[in-house]
């Protein structure tokens, strides 16, 4: 009752400003929904998209974050779709993982074309190490020793089975021609949490995003055998080598971004694709992203639209080829 | 002594009007939310997080306002607890057993000054450990694999038979019940749902803060209603009595309090247990060792000092493995970490050499944030027993809303709300069949890790059992589990003096 | 009797649970421990647990009498009414009639009831959304 009463005045708003203005959206109290508990990642990205937009004066108003938990994100999903779905005033904030568990139906009844997508912040590129004391220094040599007797070589990531985490190391195994079904990937709570078994011995291998790596590869406890990006990262992370250089076909960004309620009108719509563009070029943002280890990918409106149907269509396929989904 | 000089350092980048009055403000704010049901430490320092990229705050002084509430929210739990039973977040859970006993005789005031003196002394001396022992306690963290981890959560598990002597099998039923909730959900180990019956809602599980929430402060509303009329009667009879601990009853805490201290810190440092069990394995394990003439429960000062000491010290504790791995050993922890990456500071194992102002400005803080602490929650003790004047017909409603509140304005779901009635529900029945609540909550807080780790161990032995002893840490877990719990309850009750005595001896180095 | 009952639908309550998760899908993994071997070993725990109230039942507790257990039975109407019409009517006026209700059931007269009905939701507001910044439910009016 509420949504519609509120979505009727907001319509009644639009119209005048429509006559009134020129025929741009203009956003009113805008809204970023973050579709999980306070601190977390998503929880990140609504807050600090949201100040910047606001330092930089995109929007005259502060935007208010909501926190909607649940379902991985599912719940937040569910809730656009069947209430806020003309709301031209709301993002969401998502990432690789909202598209893997859209892609593996986690979501039910949801698809990605029930909303529209609007563009990326930043992404984190995933990384496979192995501890400093191991014989293993490249990745052809740890698939090969996968390849030999998977069960010698466990490897810790921080997402559940099915997860990102595990699937890039799946994808790089099947570029190897190993059987997927037979690598021993081992779940832990977080990419720290899998770290530290790394450490400890407890583990051969670890599969997350490099920004978790990196302090305990400047202390010379592990090392990085393979950056899943397409090339080398800028700055000081240039020393790593990625997977396509060693010959094996990977790329695993976790990226983050944002997509909006389905019948947002197309204006709102430019209008959100061209704010988070811009939050992305601003001077602003730049030190956000090296503040958080966020590296260079900025897709926006259709590009990314399409990117994330050719990330799902393959995590589609990878999850129904390991018997994930059927 | 070199830390004892970064330490000095620290205390220059800490020492100033600012940072002092955002430690005192943090301190506040902490210790009001840890005190209101259902937001605890890791929410109230999520939920200020805002506040502090509002004010535009730098690394140092924004860590400090959120370690501030961080040790304000662990001193804030206990006041719901000691006062209305109903614990403010799941830290301050074993409080309850013996504060609110003791709230009952008049000593309301005496439970909460001297639960302060115990948290203070647990957090102080944590400090100290973490100024000192942090690298060498780091390699002890990394020697827990998923073999130990599950010696460590059934070691937890077997000390419920002493907390809960009343009815074992009731303490067994509740523990089975708590640990079959935290099984709802996707299973991580294996990517498939259990139990969700296809509702998205309870696909990432049921927060345990709903079950504490439900089960104490809802149950407790539903008690008031019952006992309308008589109901008045229960809460006028609560004198308040002093405000202060008697000397002699700190002196007699003494011994409960350092062993809770080195056991909460002990259990702080490693990732995966944290807080909670920290809490709980202090007081069980101070029970085995010091309830000769069966006082705990009914309100032994003993039973407030000992958790009390020991989730403080587990707070500090958990510190190690955030600073020193850049791994959160607990749900506040890692919201500490998030924030401390958004500031462009990694921790990990060279934090302490490339950002040495922001940790040791950190540590020094933390000592100030203590102190401070004490020094506002003594005087305010004679404020917080103010609220059992409040009759119960205007306290209940605001207790019941703000749980309402406290959960809502998390998650943001209603479903939320909908389980939080039914756990309410449910306690209410527990309570009156005498089954005990501690149990659940920790089935739902520890049960979902204690399966992880048990089938992360198994996979990664490829099927070997054996693994679960492969170890000579593990085996003593299992020792001190089996010999000091579990052989006590088979072997009956005539024996048991005899045994506690044994364990006390095994209890000063459990490892 | 009450003891007995318990135990039943613990054994009920053990019974569904441990046919639930026989029909978990097992992972596509093959994995030494599976998602079902865990829920088995607590529902065995819950069912034996169940057995002994049943053999050796304690006293009758204390039920509440007619009154009181219609109490209880309004007072979780109101609050499932509560979570049912929160994020309609907004937090504001939906917490100020949950907790006068509430307030008058525990014996407030209704008047009075009222007035602190709306003094606890205002006070909530202002700690919470105002203060703490945490996002209630807005209703038609915004609050």
């Given at each position: 009752?509420?949504?519609?009463?509120?979505?009727?005045?907001?319509?009644?708003?639009?119209?005048?400003?429509?006559?009134?203005?020129?025929?741009?959206?203009?956003?009113?109290?805008?809204?970023?929904?973050?579709?999980?508990?306070?601190?977390?990642?998503?929880?990140?990205?609504?807050?600090?998209?949201?100040?910047?937009?606001?330092?930089?004066?995109?929007?005259?108003?502060?935007?208010?974050?909501?926190?909607?938990?649940?379902?991985?994100?599912?719940?937040?999903f569910a809730e656009v779709v069947s209430k806020r779905n003309e709301d031209n005033n709301l993002i969401v904030a998502a990432s690789s993982a909202t598209a893997t568990r859209l892609a593996q139906g986690a979501y039910p009844g949801a698809s990605m074309d029930q909303v529209r997508w609007i563009?990326?912040?930043?992404?984190?590129?995933?990384?496979?190490?192995?501890?400093?004391?191991?014989?293993?220094?490249?990745?052809?040599?740890?698939?090969?020793?996968?390849?030999?007797?998977?069960?010698?070589?466990?490897?810790?990531?921080?997402?559940?089975?099915?997860?990102?985490?595990?699937?890039?190391?799946?994808?790089?195994?099947?570029?190897?021609?190993?059987?997927?079904?037979?690598?021993?990937?081992?779940?832990?709570?977080?990419?720290?949490?899998?770290?530290?078994?790394?450490?400890?011995?407890?583990?051969?291998?670890?599969?997350?995003?490099?920004s978790e790596a990196k302090g305990f590869v400047d202390s010379g406890d592990i090392k990085i055998i393979a950056v899943l990006a397409p090339e080398r990262l800028p700055g000081e992370f240039d020393q790593f080598p990625t997977a396509r250089e060693q010959g094996v076909d990977v790329v695993g960004a976790n990226w983050r971004g944002f997509y909006a309620p389905g019948d947002m009108s197309d204006d709102a719509y430019d209008f959100w694709t061209g704010a988070i563009k811009t939050v992305y070029d601003s001077d602003e943002w730049k030190q956000v992203m090296t503040q958080n280890g966020l590296m260079p990918l900025s897709l926006s409106g259709e590009e990314f639209q399409t990117f994330v149907s050719e990330h799902i269509g393959q995590v589609e396929t990878l999850s129904k080829e390991i018997g994930l989904i059927k | 002594m070199e830390a004892l000089s970064?330490?000095?350092?620290?205390?220059?980048?800490?020492?100033?009007?600012?940072?002092?009055?955002?430690?005192?403000?943090?301190?506040?704010?902490?210790?009001?939310?840890?005190?209101?049901?259902?937001?605890?430490?890791?929410?109230g320092v999520a939920i200020l997080i805002p506040l502090a990229f509002t004010l535009g705050l730098p690394a140092t002084p924004a860590l400090i306002l959120l370690t501030s509430v961080y040790y304000g929210a662990m001193y804030g739990?206990?006041?719901?607890?000691?006062?209305?039973?109903?614990?403010?977040?799941?830290?301050?859970?074993?409080?309850?057993?013996?504060?609110?006993?003791?709230?009952?005789?008049?000593?309301?005031?005496?439970?909460?000054?001297?639960?302060?003196?115990?948290?203070?002394?647990?957090?102080?001396?944590?400090?100290?450990?973490?100024v000192f022992l942090a690298p060498l306690l780091v390699s002890v963290a990394l020697l827990f694999g998923p073999a130990e981890y599950f010696a460590l959560f059934t070691l937890a598990f077997c000390t419920l038979g002493g907390v809960a002597s009343r009815n074992q099998a009731k303490a067994a039923v509740a523990a089975a019940l708590g640990i079959g909730i935290s099984t709802i959900g996707v299973d991580a180990m294996a990517g498939v749902d259990r139990f969700t019956f296809g509702n998205v809602h309870l696909f990432s599980g049921i927060d345990f803060l709903i079950a504490i929430v439900g089960?104490?402060?809802?149950?407790?509303?539903?008690?008031?209603?019952?006992?309308?009329?008589?109901?008045?009667?229960?809460?006028?009879?609560?004198?308040?009595?002093?405000?202060?601990?008697?000397?002699?009853?700190?002196?007699?805490?003494?011994?409960?309090?350092?062993?809770?201290?080195?056991?909460?810190?002990?259990?702080?440092?490693?990732?995966?247990?944290?807080?909670?069990?920290?809490?709980?394995?202090?007081?069980?394990?101070?029970?085995?060792?010091?309830?000769?003439?069966?006082?705990?429960?009914?309100?032994?000062?003993?039973?407030?000092?000992?958790?009390?000491?020991?989730?403080?010290?587990?707070?500090?504790?958990?510190?190690?493995?955030?600073?020193?791995?850049?791994?959160?050993?607990?749900?506040?922890?890692?919201?500490?970490?998030?924030?401390?990456?958004?500031?462009?500071?990694?921790?990990g194992p060279l934090l302490f050499q490339q950002n040495p102002d922001v940790v040791w400005g950190l540590i020094a803080a933390l000592f100030i944030g203590n102190i401070m602490l004490l020094a506002m929650n003594i005087p305010l003790v004679s404020l917080f027993v103010r609220v059992l004047l409040i009759p119960p017909r205007y306290l209940m409603p605001a207790v019941a809303m703000i749980s309402f509140v406290g959960i809502y304005g998390i998650s943001g779901s209603t479903f939320d709300l909908y389980l939080l009635v039914g756990f309410g529900v449910a306690g209410y029945i527990l309570r009156k069949l005498d089954v005990p609540l501690v149990p659940v909550i920790l089935g739902t807080l520890l049960g979902g890790e204690m399966e992880k780790s048990l089938r992360r161990a198994v996979q990664i032995s490829d099927g070997d059992w054996s693994v679960l002893?492969?170890?000579?840490?593990?085996?003593?877990?299992?020792?001190?589990?089996?010999?000091?719990?579990?052989?006590?309850?088979?072997?009956?009750?005539?024996?048991?003096?005899?045994?506690?005595?044994?364990?006390?001896?095994?209890?000063?180095?459990p490892d | 009797m009450s003891d007995r009952i318990f135990g039943v639908v613990c054994l009920l309550l053990a019974g569904f649970y441990i046919y639930s998760a026989s029909t978990i899908e097992l992972g596509f993994i093959e994995t030494p421990v599976g998602p079902r071997a865990f829920p088995y070993i607590i529902g065995t725990l819950l069912a034996l647990g169940g057995l002994y109230p049943i053999l050796v039942p304690d006293e009758r507790p204390d039920w509440p009498d007619m009154r009181g257990m219609i109490e209880i039975v309004f007072a979780v109407a109101v609050l499932i009414a509560y979570a049912f019409l929160l994020e309609d009517v907004g937090f504001v006026i939906a917490t100020a009639f949950a907790a006068a209700l509430l307030g008058w059931r525990l014996g407030t007269p209704p008047l009075r009831a009222a007035v602190s009905g709306v003094l606890i939701s205002v006070g909530i507001y202002v700690i919470f959304h105002l203060i703490l910044g945490l996002s209630l439910a807005r209703g038609p009016w915004g609050f």
């Amino acid at each position: 009752m509420r949504k519609i009463l509120s979505g009727s005045v907001a319509t009644l708003f639009a119209a005048f400003a429509l006559t009134g203005s020129a025929l741009a959206f203009e956003p009113g109290n805008t809204e970023c929904i973050a579709p999980a508990n306070p601190g977390g990642g998503w929880d990140f990205t609504c807050r600090q998209v949201g100040k910047t937009l606001y330092d930089i004066k995109v929007i005259s108003n502060p935007m208010q974050v909501v926190n909607k938990a649940g379902g991985g994100g599912g719940v937040a999903f569910a809730e656009v779709v069947s209430k806020r779905n003309e709301d031209n005033n709301l993002i969401v904030a998502a990432s690789s993982a909202t598209a893997t568990r859209l892609a593996q139906g986690a979501y039910p009844g949801a698809s990605m074309d029930q909303v529209r997508w609007i563009g990326t912040v930043g992404a984190d590129y995933g990384v496979i190490a192995v501890s400093k004391d191991s014989p293993i220094n490249t990745l052809p040599e740890l698939l090969d020793q996968i390849k030999a007797d998977p069960a010698s070589v466990p490897v810790a990531g921080g997402s559940a089975v099915g997860g990102w985490d595990h699937l890039k190391v799946l994808i790089a195994a099947q570029k190897a021609d190993i059987d997927v079904k037979k690598v021993k990937y081992v779940a832990f709570d977080g990419g720290g949490e899998a770290v530290t078994q790394l450490l400890g011995g407890h583990v051969k291998a670890f599969s997350g995003d490099i920004s978790e790596a990196k302090g305990f590869v400047d202390s010379g406890d592990i090392k990085i055998i393979a950056v899943l990006a397409p090339e080398r990262l800028p700055g000081e992370f240039d020393q790593f080598p990625t997977a396509r250089e060693q010959g094996v076909d990977v790329v695993g960004a976790n990226w983050r971004g944002f997509y909006a309620p389905g019948d947002m009108s197309d204006d709102a719509y430019d209008f959100w694709t061209g704010a988070i563009k811009t939050v992305y070029d601003s001077d602003e943002w730049k030190q956000v992203m090296t503040q958080n280890g966020l590296m260079p990918l900025s897709l926006s409106g259709e590009e990314f639209q399409t990117f994330v149907s050719e990330h799902i269509g393959q995590v589609e396929t990878l999850s129904k080829e390991i018997g994930l989904i059927k | 002594m070199e830390a004892l000089s970064s330490l000095a350092d620290g205390f220059t980048v800490a020492l100033t009007l600012q940072n002092l009055f955002l430690a005192l403000l943090g301190c506040f704010l902490g210790t009001i939310i840890g005190a209101l049901p259902g937001l605890g430490p890791s929410n109230g320092v999520a939920i200020l997080i805002p506040l502090a990229f509002t004010l535009g705050l730098p690394a140092t002084p924004a860590l400090i306002l959120l370690t501030s509430v961080y040790y304000g929210a662990m001193y804030g739990g206990r006041i719901s607890s000691i006062l209305l039973n109903i614990p403010g977040d799941e830290p301050a859970l074993m409080t309850t057993l013996d504060g609110y006993p003791m709230a009952k005789k008049g000593q309301a005031g005496e439970a909460l000054a001297l639960s302060g003196i115990a948290s203070f002394i647990g957090a102080f001396f944590a400090t100290w450990g973490l100024v000192f022992l942090a690298p060498l306690l780091v390699s002890v963290a990394l020697l827990f694999g998923p073999a130990e981890y599950f010696a460590l959560f059934t070691l937890a598990f077997c000390t419920l038979g002493g907390v809960a002597s009343r009815n074992q099998a009731k303490a067994a039923v509740a523990a089975a019940l708590g640990i079959g909730i935290s099984t709802i959900g996707v299973d991580a180990m294996a990517g498939v749902d259990r139990f969700t019956f296809g509702n998205v809602h309870l696909f990432s599980g049921i927060d345990f803060l709903i079950a504490i929430v439900g089960l104490f402060a809802i149950s407790e509303v539903f008690l008031f209603l019952e006992h309308r009329g008589q109901g008045e009667a229960s809460n006028a009879n609560m004198k308040l009595g002093r405000v202060t601990a008697p000397l002699s009853m700190i002196k007699a805490c003494l011994g409960a309090m350092s062993r809770s201290t080195v056991l909460g810190f002990l259990a702080g440092v490693l990732p995966g247990a944290g807080a909670s069990l920290g809490s709980f394995i202090s007081y069980s394990i101070e029970k085995r060792v010091s309830d000769g003439q069966k006082t705990f429960g009914k309100g032994d000062p003993r039973g407030v000092a000992a958790p009390e000491a020991g989730n403080n010290a587990a707070a500090g504790g958990a510190l190690v493995p955030m600073l020193a791995l850049g791994v959160p050993g607990s749900g506040t922890t890692a919201v500490l970490l998030a924030m401390l990456l958004a500031l462009n500071i990694t921790p990990g194992p060279l934090l302490f050499q490339q950002n040495p102002d922001v940790v040791w400005g950190l540590i020094a803080a933390l000592f100030i944030g203590n102190i401070m602490l004490l020094a506002m929650n003594i005087p305010l003790v004679s404020l917080f027993v103010r609220v059992l004047l409040i009759p119960p017909r205007y306290l209940m409603p605001a207790v019941a809303m703000i749980s309402f509140v406290g959960i809502y304005g998390i998650s943001g779901s209603t479903f939320d709300l909908y389980l939080l009635v039914g756990f309410g529900v449910a306690g209410y029945i527990l309570r009156k069949l005498d089954v005990p609540l501690v149990p659940v909550i920790l089935g739902t807080l520890l049960g979902g890790e204690m399966e992880k780790s048990l089938r992360r161990a198994v996979q990664i032995s490829d099927g070997d059992w054996s693994v679960l002893l492969g170890s000579p840490l593990a085996v003593g877990l299992w020792a001190f589990a089996i010999l000091g719990f579990i052989a006590p309850l088979i072997v009956g009750r005539y024996l048991r003096p005899k045994i506690a005595d044994s364990t006390a001896a095994e209890g000063a180095d459990p490892d | 009797m009450s003891d007995r009952i318990f135990g039943v639908v613990c054994l009920l309550l053990a019974g569904f649970y441990i046919y639930s998760a026989s029909t978990i899908e097992l992972g596509f993994i093959e994995t030494p421990v599976g998602p079902r071997a865990f829920p088995y070993i607590i529902g065995t725990l819950l069912a034996l647990g169940g057995l002994y109230p049943i053999l050796v039942p304690d006293e009758r507790p204390d039920w509440p009498d007619m009154r009181g257990m219609i109490e209880i039975v309004f007072a979780v109407a109101v609050l499932i009414a509560y979570a049912f019409l929160l994020e309609d009517v907004g937090f504001v006026i939906a917490t100020a009639f949950a907790a006068a209700l509430l307030g008058w059931r525990l014996g407030t007269p209704p008047l009075r009831a009222a007035v602190s009905g709306v003094l606890i939701s205002v006070g909530i507001y202002v700690i919470f959304h105002l203060i703490l910044g945490l996002s209630l439910a807005r209703g038609p009016w915004g609050f």
